[in-house]
């Protein structure tokens, strides 16, 4: 029941609804959170606040955004900041009175009704648009409804028509915009749309595997369990302009079969090229037009304890049903299934090898987690199906296993070039460009084997022929050559060196130490302190010019020089950054207290760690050895507890000893000996790791063994 606070409440939101915070303003210029602060504090044109909540700053979405489109700062285009604002307004409207459903499908339905007639839909009174949608869809089949779903029309109805020409003229196309709408379906509350759609990423993908872009004019694209089209849409984009294909859809959702009718009269297909049906059966479409060229499909999601393997390759041997011959068809679905064993001789194991047997299945390959981000537990595959004569059939079967790799784009661009030439080869293989990342195997090896995985048991014989693979021996060579030195190096230092004997005493206790915190040490201007930065994840590579320092080298989760950033990339995007200088102190405190001394400089810190810098005019001096020694040691006692979010004690308050003039060089003579004692032995770990890895590497895929091994038939005879 509608509330009388609900009912008076507006729907169209108020100009409060378009303020927004520092953060959101990180997030539409695609920055750092901290970056807007300073923008703010550095340039006096920056908007001011129009309000304060909870001691917050507000500001006004528009002059933020003419100031981003004005300035260039950022890392947004101005028309996606443009929609981005319209996106964020949208955000706002979302009430009891006007729930996420309604606002999606009433945007969406003014921008096909705009592309439709080719002009704006905003500045003409509410009564003559409806009757221009009800001209326009006389038989209410994609939008008329959405429209007049619209609560209050004659003030909300203007207003959202008022929004999606701006977003409209902020994207190239209507598609764009329309497609933006649906990207924003999370954020603005339209989980039902988003819950079962696969990243985007890995819909591009799907469509990439396709083989669309192959097809000849007016070839037929059907897409059962459709959902909001979002891989429908993927094919039409891949497709080559003016290809004239005609696109079949089917979905259980009338809401969605009217949302996907849209999105393709808004992407200009023609209603006589589009056939989207309710239902799970496409019989009646395929009865009209005949059998799909390709067949893209998405399995509906089964939890896994009411999944029945059978019911699933019973699902897929009916969309097999819909390929003539030289169809092809892509189908993702779930990974225990269609890729990972099944009881032997089990019912779901034969009708599974069945399609090795009858020739249809071209290639499987296992996917990386994370396909469906509502669903982050389920794990997919997917499977190329196509259907050849008897005299083309190669009896050959292409399987790849991306599960461990990342889902990234470049990641799935990889697996569908091989499945282009898989494709290309007339699914026989071209020894001219043989699949690095998939085996082709004869299907009757999987089907003499009941209930086996239809993964790769081994790397591809053409994965040897890489470069890392070919430069393994030569790599090994080098590290036993390094051990070698070291090791030589290590027994002429225990020669010329004497043991190592510190001579440290008890102190007697007419010696009282006097003791200090790093706080006081800034004050009395013997130290100073120097922020770390915000670098982001994607500018570190293993080739840059510059070391960073952050909490992991410091704590020694990965090894010092193993992260680095472009030099023209620091000085571009990181303009204010600064190096170390040698000596310099870095410390963090998160995830737990860490202390490195940098002796030779020219690092860049990554924040939360940062830099504390001993000025060499103090008196008395600092020794960094000496302080970072120190600093450990008392962090060692002020540690976090379990269950604690920070230590009990900050850095700047820990309290370590102001050691005088002469102790504190004999203890810094005594901290560079074990240091320099210490790098030998460390360099001589990390030289024993690498080769153990790399060794391990070579044997595991099969590349590397061992000299003067005996013959196969010398092994036989023993």
């Not at 195997?441 to 999987?446: E, F, M, R, V, Y």
Request: hydrophobic share 40%; net charge negative.
């Amino acid at each position: 029941m509608t509330t009388a606070r609900e009912a008076a409440s507006p729907i169209v939101p108020e100009t409060s609804a378009w303020r927004i915070t520092y953060a959101e303003i990180a997030a539409l210029a695609q920055v750092q959170r901290p970056v807007p602060t300073n923008w703010s504090r550095r340039h006096p044109d920056f908007p001011a606040p129009v309000a304060h909540e909870d001691g917050r700053p507000l500001f006004d979405a528009r002059e933020v955004v003419a100031w981003l489109a004005g300035t260039g700062r950022g890392n947004a285009d101005p028309r996606h900041l443009r929609a981005e604002l319209v996106l964020h307004t949208l955000s706002a409207w979302r009430t009891p009175a006007l729930p996420a459903s309604v606002l999606v499908g009433a945007l969406t339905a003014l921008t096909c009704l705009r592309q439709q007639h080719d002009r704006e839909v905003s500045g003409e009174p509410w009564d003559t648009l409806m009757a221009r949608a009800a001209d326009l869809d006389a038989e209410d089949g994609f939008l008329l409804s959405e429209l007049r779903s619209i609560p209050d029309p004659g003030r909300t109805g203007p207003a959202l028509a008022e929004l999606a020409d701006e977003l409209t003229e902020a994207a190239y196309t209507p598609a764009e915009a329309f497609d933006w709408v649906l990207e924003a379906r999370r954020r603005l509350g339209s989980h039902d749309l988003a819950a079962d759609e696969p990243t985007p990423v890995v819909v591009r993908a799907l469509a990439a595997l396709s083989g669309i872009d192959t097809l000849g004019e007016g070839a037929v694209v059907a897409t059962p369990y459709a959902r909001t089209g979002d891989l429908l849409a993927a094919l039409h984009d891949r497709a080559p302009e003016d290809s004239g294909h005609t696109y079949l859809a089917s979905d259980p959702d009338p809401a969605r079969v009217r949302l996907v009718r849209r999105r393709m009269l808004v992407r200009g297909v023609y209603e006589f090229n589009l056939d989207v049906v309710e239902g799970e059966d496409l019989s009646s479409s395929v009865d009209a037009w005949g059998y799909p060229d390709l067949l893209a499909c998405v399995l509906p999601y089964e939890p896994a304890e009411t999944r029945s393997p059978r019911a699933v390759l019973e699902r897929v041997q009916a969309l097999a049903d819909y390929l003539g011959t030289g169809s092809t068809a892509v189908v993702l679905g779930p990974a225990d299934v269609l890729v990972r064993p099944l009881p032997p001789h089990g019912d779901a194991d034969r009708l599974r090898r069945s399609f090795l047997r009858e020739g249809l299945l071209k290639a499987a390959i296992s996917l990386p987690d994370g396909v469906f981000p509502y669903r982050p537990g389920h794990r997919t595959a997917v499977w190329v199906l196509a259907r050849t004569p008897a005299e083309e059939r190669t009896g050959l079967v292409l399987l790849s296993d991306f599960s461990a790799r990342p889902l990234t784009g470049p990641v799935l661009d990889a697996l569908a070039e091989d499945v282009a030439i898989w494709r290309a080869s007339g699914w026989r293989g071209d020894r001219r460009h043989e699949p690095r990342n998939a085996a082709v195997l004869p299907a009757k090896d999987l089907d003499d084997r009941p209930g086996t995985a239809f993964t790769p048991h081994q790397r591809p014989a053409e994965a040897r022929y890489t470069r890392a693979v070919l430069e393994r021996p030569a790599l090994i060579g080098d590290l036993e050559r390094r051990l070698a030195e070291l090791q030589e190096q290590a027994r002429e230092q225990a020669g010329a060196r004497t043991a190592l004997h510190l001579g440290v005493v008890l102190r007697s206790g007419d010696q009282p130490v006097r003791r200090t915190t790093v706080r006081r040490l800034v004050e009395k201007r013997r130290l100073r302190r120097r922020p770390g930065h915000r670098i982001a994840p994607e500018h570190l590579t293993a080739e840059g010019h510059y070391p960073v320092l952050g909490p992991e080298e410091i704590l020694g989760t990965i090894r010092p020089g193993s992260r680095r950033i472009d030099r023209g990339l620091l000085l571009t995007a990181y303009e204010h950054a600064q190096f170390t200088e040698p000596g310099d102190i870095v410390v963090t405190a998160s995830p737990r207290f860490g202390v490195h001394v940098d002796a030779e400089g020219l690092s860049v810190v990554a924040a939360p760690a940062r830099v504390l810098r001993v000025r060499p005019d103090a008196d008395p001096p600092l020794r960094p050895r000496v302080l970072a020694a120190l600093l450990r040691a008392a962090a060692a006692e002020y540690a976090r507890t379990s269950g604690a979010v920070r230590a009990s004690r900050a850095i700047e308050d820990l309290i370590v000893p102001d050691l005088g003039r002469e102790e504190a060089e004999r203890y810094d003579a005594a901290l560079a000996e074990i240091e320099h004692r210490a790098a030998l032995l460390r360099e001589q770990s990390a030289a024993l790791d690498d080769l153990a890895r790399i060794t391990a590497a070579g044997i595991a895929d099969g590349t590397l063994t061992f000299q003067d091994l005996p013959a196969p038939h010398d092994r036989d005879d023993d």
